[in-house]
């Protein structure tokens, strides 16, 4: 048996004039003999706790207040102890105990009955609880009414109102019907006791109708099952039916994941014109998506390196990181109007799609990749649109500048080749220097790790040193090619800046290994002493560019390094670019 | 243009026939005037949404900051009306002149005023404080002020000699609602929601009392 403390149970109320406080007296040891058990009070303004003044009128445990104790609005405390201990107390003003009794007088009379005699209204009455004094307003009761069948067991509720009269509607006449009412104070929420339960029956007053017809009720049962059977039948007739539009207005097909314009099992085993096709077809979309205003909006300047300040220039600001991570990896290539648009105009999605996927990875690696994939793809295959090549090039010393801050050395790394020297310098040169004005713009992919890393040998330093000790004398670069090899370029810049002796005028940023725009060509004034990097020693003819032999994946590409011999007499090469036609003679 | 010219000439028509449109005020003397009763009426329809919003407010208060931190114990609750000899139960209430309770109805209300203007701007300062209790305060301050202005209406209707506006009393309040101790302030706050609800619920009580008196004569 748990021992249970005296507590007081409630304070209650009944009209706002008078109320009592009922206790238990619990179990603990013999409290049943009266008066052990004393309920004392105290008003707010008073020092004193005083006993209660009538332990009878409410019963057995209980303290009734009169209405010369009671003080509405007045807070009291109320405590129950024995001589020697307080067991339990509880503070409270009157106004907030208030629960009235229950009404008295139910009764009800009939309304009117339908013309079945089935159905019947009934009007009940009630009285207020004689003790609450609504005629003179101190108090404003609300009532609430609930009511059921005889052998229901579950009340309904109707929403609490002021009168005391309610009528009831669509009661049927032969059953019976059990009514009970319950008032409140209209200003707070409890409820009182309910009131004594009104039986209603229809057959007493003789209109009950026992052996009426019952009314067929409505067959749920059966609309459902219909229903769901008529649904059924209609699905399957949809989906079976050979009306494709009537198919795909009920049944639209749910898109299922993939790249717009790019066929994956194309890209596995396709030809290199096809897959050059579908990347040139991204290319085209962003031609649509940025345009050249936005893309001046991503350029920015490094301010903080003030060699770069000086070279401020549009190559550099177009080389700038900002740049490349402005955009997404795929879409990686600058607005290009040579190339063809072939693509359709819902390609967004796929490019944003893209670059979501690109982003979750490691941003440089994955540029890196894609970038280089790109590019040599179409440096090699595309000659046609030789204006974007300029561009991509640019990509390329950003790329390259990037791997060797993150990945230092190990992109760097040549295939076993040799051409050692030259890698330390070029990395110190990168290293002191924020710009990506002495990086290679084109390197020749030796070879692909499997990680997917693309490890480059730097050819072109051997070109460049080649080439610095040329004159600028052949000004009759190859047209068809609207961009110019570094080497030629080279030797002209060699030529001019020594005429014109002026180190350091940076319009645009002239790069060691740069390449440059043909607006850049006619207005640059360059600066070939800052390319005073010892010039690679070794000669060693290694192939700028490679054919792709195989690609194998969408993110990988294997490159035949060895694959291409390069007989400079048979085509002009004086850049190492080989145009598509030439590139078609040599291969078997 | 057209259009005006038609609805001019229709009223004009209108007027000619002697239809025109009922005065609203239903005082045929002149004096365009709301029977005592519908005052009465709108008074006790007011007094009650006060209160009710009050109750609500004090216990979403009571919900939210007040659990466990013994303050309905510490509340000793004197409120800032309790100068007011007003009735406090219902033998004084039946025994109160009519004009004696209408002046102390007023006396209440013009004390609320300011407590309410301060308690919409400093509730907005307790830490996250629901929205519903920051609407509140604001309407109950904007009802309050309708309803001073009714009852001072009522007040003039059924005054037969001048308005005492003596009954009053100032609310020194607004420091300890800006107390830096959370629990201080919190206390403040719940004490004058306290007095609030219960001021409210006594407004609300004289008012039915009166209009019970006045208008139906002790038979509601």
């Given at each position: ?380 295959d595309r000659q046609d649109n030789d ?202 | 243009?057209?259009?005006?010219v038609a609805l001019l000439v229709s ?119 629901p929205e519903t209790i920051l609407w ?85």
């Amino acid at each position: 048996d748990l021992l249970q403390w005296p507590q007081i149970s409630k304070c209650r109320s009944p009209e706002m004039e008078t109320f009592s406080c009922f206790w238990t007296a619990g179990n603990l040891y013999n409290l049943t003999v009266p008066r052990i058990l004393q309920l004392l009070y105290k008003k707010s303004n008073e020092e004193d706790w005083k006993e209660c003044p009538d332990y009878i009128t409410s019963g057995q445990n209980s303290c009734y207040f009169n209405a010369s104790y009671t003080s509405v609005w007045t807070p009291y405390c109320v405590q129950l102890a024995s001589k020697t201990e307080v067991y339990d107390k509880k503070c409270f003003s009157v106004d907030e105990i208030v629960l009235p009794d229950p009404p008295v007088h139910l009764n009800w009379t009939l309304l009117n009955t339908s013309q079945t005699g089935i159905h019947g209204d009934i009007q009940v009455r009630w009285d207020p609880p004689p003790t609450a004094d609504v005629r003179k307003g101190w108090i404003t009761l609300e009532y609430e009414l609930q009511y059921k069948e005889v052998n229901e067991t579950k009340w309904k509720e109707l929403k609490p109102r002021l009168s005391t009269m309610v009528p009831l509607y669509s009661l049927k006449t032969a059953r019976d019907y059990e009514i009970r009412i319950r008032s409140r104070q209209r200003t707070s929420e409890k409820f009182g006791e309910f009131s004594e339960i009104l039986y209603v029956s229809f057959s007493q007053i003789g209109i009950g109708c026992n052996h009426c017809t019952e009314e067929v009720e409505f067959p749920w049962f059966l609309v459902v099952v219909f229903g769901v059977c008529g649904l059924a039948v209609t699905v399957i007739s949809i989906m079976l039916s050979k009306q494709p539009r009537l198919k795909m207005l009920i049944f639209p097909p749910v898109p299922v994941p993939k790249i717009k314009g790019i066929d994956p099992d194309l890209l596995k085993k396709g030809k290199l014109d096809e897959v050059n096709s579908i990347l040139a077809c991204h290319d085209s979309y962003k031609t649509q998506l940025y345009s050249d205003d936005l893309w001046v909006e991503f350029i920015e300047l490094d301010i903080e390196d003030p060699d770069e300040k000086n070279r401020a220039s549009d190559t550099d600001r177009l080389l700038s990181e900002d740049h490349l991570k402005s955009h997404n990896c795929l879409g990686a290539k600058d607005d290009d109007s040579g190339r063809a648009s072939c693509c359709e105009p819902d390609i967004p999605e796929t490019d944003f799609s893209a670059s979501d996927t690109c982003d979750t990875t490691s941003d440089s690696d994955q540029l890196k990749k894609a970038t280089e994939k790109e590019e040599d793809l179409l440096c090699l295959d595309r000659q046609d649109n030789d204006e974007s090549l300029p561009r991509l090039a640019s990509r390329d010393p950003q790329h390259q500048h990037r791997s060797t801050q993150s990945e230092n050395s190990h992109l760097w790394a040549p295939s076993g080749d040799s051409a050692e020297p030259p890698l330390p310098s070029v990395h110190t040169r990168i290293s002191n220097q924020n710009s990506l004005t002495n990086t290679d713009f084109y390197a020749q992919v030796s070879d692909i790790t499997p990680a997917g890393r693309v490890v480059l040998s730097p050819g072109q330093k051997s070109k460049l040193g080649r080439a610095q000790h040329e004159g600028c004398t052949e000004q009759n670069f190859t047209m068809d090619n609207t961009y110019f090899c570094e080497a030629d370029v080279k030797k002209c810049i060699a030529v001019i800046s020594h005429e014109e002796n002026e180190p350091h005028v940076q319009e645009q940023g002239y790069n060691e290994d740069g390449y440059f725009t043909t607006e850049s060509l006619t207005t640059t004034v360059t600066n070939l002493g800052a390319s005073t990097a010892a010039p690679p020693s070794s000669e060693l003819p290694v192939a700028d560019y490679t054919s792709i032999h195989i690609v194998q994946s969408p993110q990988g590409l294997v490159l035949n390094a060895t694959a291409l011999p390069v007989p400079d007499k048979e085509f002009n090469v004086s850049c190492g670019y080989v145009s598509t036609d030439q590139l078609n003679k040599i291969l078997p | 243009g057209l259009l005006l010219v038609a609805l001019l000439v229709s009223h004009m028509l209108l007027i000619k026939e002697g239809v025109t449109s009922m005065p609203i005020c239903p005082n045929v003397s002149g004096n365009c005037q709301l029977p005592l009763e519908e005052l009465f009426d709108r008074a006790v329809k007011l007094s009650r949404y006060i209160h009710f919003l009050a109750s609500e407010m004090f216990n979403e208060f009571d919900e939210r900051y007040a659990q466990g931190r013994g303050f309905i114990e510490k509340a000793v609750n004197s409120c800032h009306t309790a100068s007011l000899a007003t009735p406090e139960d219902k033998e004084q209430a039946q025994q109160i002149h009519h004009e004696d309770l209408l002046n102390l109805i007023l006396g209440v209300l013009r004390s609320w005023n300011d407590p309410l203007i301060h308690l919409a701007s400093e509730v907005q300062r307790i830490k996250e404080a629901p929205e519903t209790i920051l609407w509140k305060a604001v309407e109950i301050e904007e009802q309050n002020k309708r309803l001073l202005e009714g009852m001072e209406k009522i007040v003039g209707r059924v005054h037969s000699g001048e308005v005492d506006n003596d009954i009053y009393t100032p609310w020194d309040g607004l420091p300890s609602l800006q107390l830096a101790d959370e629990d201080s302030r919190l206390f403040a706050f719940y004490n004058l929601l306290h007095c609030l609800r219960r001021d409210s619920h006594k407004i609300d009580n004289y008012l039915k009392v009166l209009k019970c008196r006045l208008i139906h004569d002790n038979n509601c």
